[in-house]
């Protein structure tokens, strides 16, 4: 299965709403996963099963899609979330992963 | 609280050899399947191999078949893989990843630090 993330790169003002996409080659029900990475630090799950919130993760971001078409929305971007996002689905061997986006703060 | 904690990581030669570690912490270890995920240096992730709670059932990327061997010790809480005739693109840094369940699937849920594996002459 390929995951096909876009964009690749983007810059955004604090307050912003930004949104990630995220397409698998094939269907894959909600099994997608979205994680997010700073520089020198190891990735961090913020949504599983497509739109599931980890306990932590701060309630601006959310996830939604089903089958080929997911979406990583932040509703109003803050300077913490200046990162690198990475989907991946997990319905099946062998596990894939998307090509990242990288946000930065304008 | 969920530790992992790579080791093992280092210069090699190609054609050389490498185990890397992983020792598990905050949770009940053999209840989880678990993995290695690699980065290499500016780049995406890559899913490498998983293991099952039991160490029973294992599973490799292809880039890993045949030369990486994914393992575990559940009496030490502690997670391997032995990287063979390792070569320049296997430079990467290595993560050792937890699986969590929901929905009868496992899905990524908590990563250690990772520890860098260097294969160059």
């Known amino acids: 299965i390929q995951m096909t993330q876009s964009p690749s790169s983007m810059s955004a003002s604090m307050g912003d709403r930004v949104t990630i996409t995220c397409r698998a080659s094939q269907d894959i029900g909600t099994y997608l996963v979205w994680f997010q990475q700073k520089p020198g630090k190891a990735p961090e799950c913020l949504i599983y099963a497509a739109s599931r919130l980890r306990s932590e993760v701060p309630s601006r971001f959310s996830g939604s899609g089903s089958g080929t078409d997911f979406t990583l929305t932040i509703s109003s971007l803050q300077p913490e979330d200046s990162a690198t996002y990475f989907c991946q689905e997990y319905v099946s061997y062998p596990l894939s992963f998307g090509g990242g986006t990288k946000v930065e703060i304008k | 609280e969920v530790r992992l904690l790579e080791s093992g990581g280092a210069l090699v030669q190609p054609g050389g050899s490498l185990r890397l570690s992983c020792e598990a912490s905050?949770?009940?270890?053999?209840?989880?399947?678990m993995n290695w995920v690699r980065q290499a240096p500016g780049k995406g992730l890559e899913w490498v191999a998983t293991?099952?709670?039991?160490?029973?059932?294992?599973y490799y990327a292809d880039s890993a078949k045949g030369r990486f061997t994914i393992s575990r010790d559940n009496s030490q809480n502690m997670l391997y893989v032995q990287l063979n005739s390792l070569r320049a693109e296997d430079t990467a840094r290595y993560f050792c990843v937890k699986v969590d369940w929901f929905d009868n699937k496992g899905y990524f849920d908590y990563w250690g630090q990772g520890t860098l594996v260097t294969v160059s002459s």
């Open positions: 905050g949770f009940i270890f053999n209840n989880y399947a």
């Open positions: 293991i099952d709670s039991t160490g029973a059932g294992t």
